[in-house]
């Protein structure tokens, strides 16, 4: 690129999850001669909402080399097999985003199709009947991989990720980066330097006047984005017409026991309410519309449903949905709450940072290049990214049954975005899933939010009907039996931390 041709130093600006997990992503998979320095300051806090993830942490944890008992012990962590979803399809109702697959393959479509099928003659239980995951979190039971193996098409572990405390995961990953060589600079940034004729970012001058120079940028500063939102004036697309949750209110409390191995997100009258174990305090939030509820009712309402008593006075955040349209301009890239905001419903929050570095790493420019064509691919494959993590969040509002309450009666009548409306009408015709591109939800995650939401295919996949309806019942009975007795076979979860990683005492 024109602005750096020959990047020998990065410069990140801000710390936390976004600008640690930067730094640790980034010193593994470029060059050792690129110097990375880290600007924050402990004068600056962190938001730090984002402490439930998804299982492609696992993933970002291998690559960085993070040992994973070690890991969840000094994060405090407890294991999540998904998210419960109560009160979205009204009161008392309650349904399972669990990862991991549903059921096992059979023929030439996929399992839930099989499941359509024999629901719609009386043959079937629930679809959740048919998860090892589900099941597990459902009875509280975990263990990474069964003690026999569940059987043929079966995977051998659940599917899991992580509830872990987002400032101690931070802590955790820049005493990691320092061994490995990061520079961490302590400073408030009260400007950002620019190059007059390209406008690229030369320095970021600190409070008391010292500048920190680079090659190339990483914006991790939080929903001020001073550098690609203030300083190179990258604009904002609001996306509140149709996620219109503006505010948040977080706190911590007392530990709840015993440890659910999932996540929890309560429907209320304005919003949502999220649910977080961990092995020293639960975390807490309330997700509301402004223009629906108070500020003083929602913190009565969030500290009146704590599961334990409260830890400190509730903290609130104030945000609009939405992203910037490029998330990478001149020589600075953008990650976590600065490239954009999407509410913690699906905990895809910590997987934007990892998916957005580990993008940059695959598309950084080489010495020489000009970058021109790689930072054209990061914004696309960045929008296309966001785009369908929104849809899938529109979708659990959409398909709400809150009759009476008029911010759900709002989100029922709303056009959802046409990417969306498609995905609607092809599930409602025939059951199918239609995944793009790579995608980040899966067919399963799809399939159990519409099933669990109440939207009903008119009929399966003629493909489900080329066995018998006494084959199909056949195979959905043994395979309940052995998901059953496979999850019947594993601790407690608590169990398991307590014997392979459990935190020292707090």
């Known amino acids: 690129m024109t602005e750096a041709p020959h990047i020998q130093s990065i410069v990140i600006a801000g710390g936390g999850t976004a600008g640690w997990m930067a730094a640790a992503a980034l010193r593994q998979g470029l060059p050792s001669s690129i110097s990375i320095t880290l600007v924050e300051s402990e004068a600056i806090g962190i938001v730090g909402v984002g402490e439930a993830t998804i299982p492609q942490i696992r993933l970002f944890n291998a690559v960085v080399g993070l040992d994973e008992d070690a890991f969840i012990r000094a994060t405090q962590a407890t294991f ?15 349904y399972l985003h669990a990862f991991g697959p549903l059921g096992r393959p059979l023929g030439m479509t ?21 998860s090892l995951t589900a099941q597990a979190a459902a009875r509280g039971r975990f263990a990474r ?13 659940l599917a899991h990720a992580f509830h ?9 990953l820049r005493a990691v980066c320092e061994l490995r060589g990061v520079v961490r600079q302590e400073g408030v940034i009260r400007a950002v330097r620019q190059d007059a004729a390209s406008g690229a970012i030369t320095a970021l001058t600190l409070e008391g006047g010292r500048d920190i120079v680079g090659d190339f940028f990483i914006d991790c500063t939080g929903f001020r984005s001073l550098l690609l939102g203030g300083a190179l004036g990258a604009a904002f697309e609001d996306w509140s017409h149709w996620l219109p949750c503006d505010r948040a209110l977080a706190v911590p409390s007392g530990s709840e026991r015993p440890l659910k191995p999932y996540t929890m997100a309560m429907a209320h009258d304005a919003g949502w309410q999220w ?21 003083d009712t929602a913190a009565q309402r969030l500290l009146a449903n704590l599961p334990g008593p409260a830890l400190a006075d509730p903290r609130p955040l104030r945000f609009t949905t939405g992203r910037r349209r490029e998330a990478w301009r001149a020589n600075c890239v953008a990650l976590g709450l ?29 010495p020489g290049a000009t970058g021109h064509a790689e930072r054209a691919a990061y914004n696309r494959l960045t929008e296309r990214e966001y785009v369908r993590i929104r849809d899938f969040l529109i979708l659990h509002y959409w398909a709400n049954a809150r009759h009476g309450e008029a911010f ?25 899933v239609l995944r793009e591109e790579e995608e980040l939800f899966t067919e ?63």
């Open 110 to 130: 996929g399992f839930h199709q099989y499941w359509l099928a024999a629901r719609a003659g009386g043959e079937a239980g629930s679809l959740w009947d048919y």
């Open 80 to 94: 999540k097999l998904g998210i419960e979803f109560s009160g979205w399809s009204g009161p008392g109702s309650r």
């Open 408 to 432: 759900w009666d709002a989100r029922r009548v709303l056009d959802p975005p046409g990417t969306l409306a498609e995905k609607i009408a092809l599930f409602e015709e025939g059951g199918r």
């Open 444 to 506: 399963p995650g799809w399939v159990q939010v519409f099933v669990g939401q109440g939207i009903e295919p008119a009929r399966a996949s003629t493909l489900a009907h080329i066995i018998t309806p006494q084959q199909r019942a056949g195979y959905l009975a043994d395979l309940a039996r052995i998901t059953a007795r496979a999850v019947e076979a594993l601790p407690a979860h608590e169990a398991f931390i307590a014997r392979h990683c459990a935190a020292p005492a707090v």
């Open 338 to 366: 600065a490239a954009g905001f999407m509410e913690p419903l699906e905990s895809t929050s910590i997987h934007l940072i990892q998916s957005g570095v580990q993008r940059l790493i695959d598309l950084f420019p080489a």
């Open 275 to 295: 649910r977080i174990p961990l092995q020293h305090r639960t975390g807490n939030g309330l997700v509301y519309a402004s223009a629906f509820l108070d500020d």
């Open 145 to 157: 991989t069964f003690p026999a193996p569940p059987g043929p098409g079966l995977p051998a572990g």
């Open 164 to 172: 872990f405390d987002a400032a101690l995961f931070a802590a955790h």
